[in-house]
């Protein structure tokens, strides 16, 4: 599938209905959603016959980008059950095989690493600090092979010591930096639309050396 | 289509109108088999329990009040792959549940050179769904609800 089919069809995406400002509800828009999982399986191979989790995946845009890039397991995870709704819609309106799990990423118990890649775009932590590191250390424990992640370019340094650091990660390399534009949802927004700078990050997690599973007690 | 009445060749529509025909039907079908999300067993196989406490939370017992079939196309590839990540007493379990008695209780590696195997494998692992039903703790025996093919595995706060 070519990048301009791709962003036309994830501009189609049905978006918060209602968005809900403690959980930093932000459509991810079709243009970075596209290049962000265009790049994961043209640049990497990290998309194509893969088992891809979307954290935090709120109406679907990156885990729905997956399924049309090949995927063969889409899960996507959200702690709201509304955005889970609109979410399993829009797969359905592209007759995609999706799989949802309603839970809170950062206590959902996993068995192994069955998941290959993680996509996500997870709060940015301007409501609840540290919302974001708590996504990537989740992410980097569960993916076998890579994490993708949009995260504020005025925190790059503070998440690549945290992803080395921290959270084992083998490697963390900014891919791009991107506009974010967030439109005015939120009444508290004083201009009509913002441009953030956000960098799309990949990261490789630290391989297994018993063979890619962990013990359960390693992921709680 | 009906604009195009009175042109000097209908014939030459004919490929245009076939296509909307199609594309009604395809609508039709849609409605008639739209069943929403569900879940596989290949989810089931990577969850587990994370309640306060529980030592070991995997498998989550199914619980079936409603399953489909959906067909997906077949990957022998992802399959030989998958084979070694999957915990084949869970999904063997978990199929028998949904009432698929096919699958083998015990499987090794040499097995993938099967096709009829590998189709088994294949339709457990990717063709049983769960749309209404639960998952259930095999440790405390809390339920975690399926609704919609969703499974809500929300902790409570004294859970965590």
């Known amino acids: 599938m070519k990048?301009?089919?791709?962003?036309?069809?994830?501009?189609?995406?049905?978006?918060?209905?209602?968005?809900?400002?403690?959980?930093?509800?932000?459509?991810?828009?079709?243009?970075?959603a596209s290049r962000m999982l265009y790049t994961a399986e043209n640049s990497f191979g990290d998309v194509s016959?893969?088992?891809?989790?979307?954290?935090?995946?709120?109406?679907?845009?990156?885990?729905?980008?997956?399924?049309?890039?090949?995927?063969?397991?889409?899960?996507?995870?959200?702690?709201?059950?509304?955005?889970?709704?609109?979410?399993?819609?829009?797969?359905?309106?592209l007759e995609l095989d999706m799989n949802?799990?309603?839970?809170?990423?950062?206590?959902?118990?996993?068995?192994?690493?069955?998941?290959d890649t993680v996509v996500m775009n997870p709060p940015f932590g301007t409501r609840k600090k540290g919302a974001d590191?708590?996504?990537?250390?989740?992410?980097?424990?569960?993916?076998?092979?890579?994490?993708?992640?949009?995260?504020?370019?005025?925190?790059?340094?503070?998440?690549?010591?945290?992803?080395?650091?921290n959270f084992n990660a083998s490697s963390a390399e900014v891919l791009c930096e991107l506009r974010y534009d967030v439109q005015q949802l939120y009444k508290f927004h004083k201009k009509k639309e913002v441009d953030i700078a956000v960098d799309l990050w990949r990261f490789v997690p630290q391989k297994d050396k018993l063979g890619g599973i962990i013990a359960d007690e390693s992921l709680r | 289509?009906?604009?195009?009445?009175?042109?000097?060749?209908?014939?030459?529509?004919?490929?245009?109108?076939?296509?909307?025909e199609k594309k009604i039907q395809k609508i039709h079908l849609r409605v008639l088999f739209s069943q929403g999300t569900?879940?596989?067993l290949l989810t089931h196989n990577m969850l587990s329990s994370n309640i306060k406490g529980v030592t070991?939370?995997?498998?989550?017992?199914?619980?079936?009040?409603?399953?489909?079939?959906?067909?997906?196309?077949?990957?022998?590839?992802?399959?030989?792959?998958?084979?070694?990540?999957?915990?084949?007493k869970a999904l063997f379990d978990a199929a028998q549940t949904m009432g698929y008695t096919d699958l083998p209780a015990e499987a090794e590696s040499s097995m993938l050179d099967s096709d009829e195997f590998l189709k088994k494998f294949h339709h457990a692992l990717l063709e049983l769904h769960l749309e209404e039903g639960a998952l259930i703790?095999?440790?405390?025996?809390?339920?975690?609800?399926?609704n919609k093919g969703i499974p809500n595995m929300l902790l409570h706060e004294d859970e965590v």
């Open chain 1, 100 to 115: 949802f799990v309603h839970c809170d990423v950062k206590n959902l118990g996993w068995r192994g690493q069955i998941v």
């Open chain 1, 49 to 93: 016959n893969k088992v891809v989790a979307d954290f935090g995946c709120g109406c679907g845009t990156l885990g729905v980008a997956a399924a049309l890039l090949g995927a063969e397991h889409v899960i996507g995870l959200d702690i709201d059950p509304q955005s889970l709704e609109i979410a399993s819609l829009n797969a359905e309106d």
């Open chain 1, 3 to 32: 990048l301009k089919q791709l962003e036309s069809f994830l501009g189609d995406l049905q978006q918060f209905s209602n968005p809900k400002v403690e959980l930093e509800q932000y459509p991810t828009g079709p243009h970075i």
């Open chain 2, 38 to 40: 569900e879940m596989r």
């Open chain 1, 133 to 165: 590191m708590d996504f990537l250390a989740v992410a980097l424990k569960v993916a076998s092979q890579a994490v993708y992640s949009l995260h504020k370019s005025s925190t790059r340094d503070h998440v690549r010591k945290a992803a080395l650091r």
């Open chain 2, 1 to 20: 289509m009906f604009a195009l009445r009175g042109r000097r060749n209908p014939s030459l529509h004919r490929p245009i109108i076939e296509d909307l």
């Open chain 2, 137 to 146: 703790c095999p440790e405390t025996g809390r339920r975690f609800p399926v």
């Open chain 2, 56 to 88: 070991n939370g995997f498998p989550l017992r199914v619980e079936v009040e409603k399953m489909v079939e959906k067909q997906v196309d077949f990957n022998a590839d992802f399959l030989k792959n998958m084979f070694t990540k999957i915990e084949w």
